[in-house]
């Protein structure tokens, strides 16, 4: 395992996706690109995984990397300590926002499911309102990472206190009639995307506070590693992706990428199954 150098001597950040980018279907990592990453740390980079997923389902993968110190969780929501998983910084929805955001979904005879993290807990936990229909795509995907719900008539007003992202699972044919009426309600005081799940044919709505993003993340990470924002490194295939392609000091789109998230970035690396990422770093390596 590769520990990082002290932060006085970091180069800067390497922030690299999970899904699409680092791992595909398999869940698996190219052996190429966790030698690419070992030599991206032995050579002064600090290297980072910038993923939607809480630590709790990236642990798995952020352990066979080997990664160490804090990374960017839940779209830029929470830092984690990658080896451990204790959450060392979240960034909250207000309480009346996240009961705003919970009715909406409900008005719509949607299951509003709410990523928490809070004191009383280990690290961050699902929680869904029962009584409404539970979209397959959420139990399969609850199974396939091992992860449980807990189920509740209401969220209390301290759970409302602590919802790092409030989401849902949707139909593609009703996913932007969706997205329109979000954003209509409240996009004026919140940040949202709907993600492409294609493993399971549907979107995933995820709603955030207002200014969460990868790259805010990120951000936060460079303060408290005292590393200037220009001497980052961006790699990501999703349009959760698009800030930190947009504002990193270089970026790198999947070669699996869509045509949007490829414009966004600054340049375009191969495929994650021909090792994108890899590719990726040598070439910083090598510039």
Known sequence: MHHPPPPQAYRGIIACDLD??????????????????????????????CTGR?????????????LTGPGVFVNGA?????????????????????????????????????LLDDAAHSGPYYAML???????ATTEWFGRNRIHAELRESFSADELRHMLRIGMVIDLPESRPMEAALHE??????T??????????CNVIEVFKQGVTKWSGIELLCHRLD???????AIGDDINDLAMLQNAGQS???????????????????????????????QVLGG
């Open 227 to 233: 590393i200037s924002p220009k001497h980052t490194i």
């Open 54 to 66: 809480s630590a709790v389902e990236s642990a798995g993968i952020v352990a066979a990397i080997g």
């Open 130 to 136: 029962g009584g409404g229909p539970v979209h397959p």
């Open 192 to 201: 949202f995307h709907a993600l492409r799940a294609p493993l399971y044919d």
């Open 252 to 282: 790198f789109a999947m070669g699996n990428a869509s045509e949007q998230v490829r414009r966004s970035a600054k340049a375009i690396t191969r495929t994650q199954a021909e090792a994108g990422v890899a590719a990726a770093i040598e």
């Open 185 to 190: 309600a409240l996009g004026h005081t919140i």
């Open 78 to 114: 929470a830092l984690n300590d990658m080896a451990t998983g204790t959450t060392v910084h979240r960034e909250y929805i207000a309480p009346e926002l996240a009961g705003d955001i919970v009715n909406f979904f409900q008005q719509r005879d949607h299951t509003p499911l709410a």
């Open 20 to 49: 699409g980018t680092l791992i595909g279907r398999d869940h698996k990592v190219n052996q190429a690109d966790l030698t690419a990453i070992a030599k991206a740390q032995a050579t002064g980079w600090y290297v980072t995984i």
